[in-house]
């Protein structure tokens, strides 16, 4: 149990288009997702926390018009985004935290999304 | 804001014993996890402690101390699979309800035969 999934699993885009990436708790639900990036060789960096049916908390320093983030439903959240350059290009790695868990360490993390903007 | 602090790199022997250590400076603080990340690949949990103590989870144990702001990854018997990042992550009360887990520049574990 406790599975999350991300689609795509890569992507290459041009400079200049959008890409959507979505997170999905398979086997539960959940009423927190998490959004983080990380760049080759160093830490995850969280980007966002993403709270069903209302919007995200976006960390100092992300552009929240840049990284467009949706979580309509407890199994889905998406990223998207907007209009992305080269230095864009990192491994974006969603979790998932169960919304009936009473300890909030529970976090199921997705295979990643591995983006490279050309 | 949070801070941690673990080695960049360690390098170990196969069935020998290795110990992480991780510091942290934060506020709010609810628990300390370990996380194991092979390259390219997405973090899987090994283990959280949100008391003093050792806890102990086959070969791996986790260790924390809250007055001292340290814990630690003790990794027994090491397999070549072994060879893997391990960050330490701390989770905090961030307002409103809400929790966020801040990780380490992780620890680059290299196991040799």
């Known amino acids: 149990g406790a599975v999350v999934s991300q689609h795509p699993s890569w992507v290459i885009c041009k400079s200049g288009t959008s890409v959507k990436i979505e997170c999905r708790s398979l086997d539960f639900q959940a009423t927190t997702m998490f959004w983080y990036r990380q760049f080759p060789k160093q830490s995850l960096m969280l980007m966002a926390t993403?709270?069903?049916?209302?919007?995200?908390?976006?960390e100092q320093g992300v552009e929240k018009d840049k990284f467009l983030i949706n979580h309509a439903s407890l199994t889905l959240s998406t990223l998207t985004v907007t209009s992305a350059h080269p230095e864009d290009s990192s491994f974006y790695i969603c979790?998932?935290?169960?919304?009936?868990?009473?300890?909030?360490?529970?976090?199921?993390f997705g295979p990643g999304t591995r983006l490279t903007v050309l | 804001g949070q801070s941690l602090e673990q080695p960049s790199e360690v390098t170990a022997v196969e069935g020998a014993i290795v110990q992480i250590n991780c510091t942290y400076q934060?506020?709010?603080?609810?628990?300390l996890s370990w996380y194991q990340q092979h390259d390219g690949g997405a973090p899987t949990f090994l283990s959280y402690n949100a008391l003093d103590g050792l806890e102990e989870t086959g070969r791996f144990s986790s260790f924390l101390s809250r007055s001292d702001s340290y814990g630690y990854l003790l990794l027994q018997e090491l397999q070549m699979k072994d060879s893997a990042s391990y960050f330490c992550a701390v989770l905090a009360y961030s307002g409103a309800g809400s929790y966020q887990l801040t990780f380490g520049k992780g620890t680059k574990l290299s196991v040799i035969p």
């Open positions: 979790s998932a935290s169960p919304s009936t868990s009473g300890s909030y360490n529970e976090q199921f």
């Open positions: 934060t506020s709010g603080f609810y628990g």
């Open positions: 993403s709270n069903e049916g209302s919007k995200a908390t976006y």
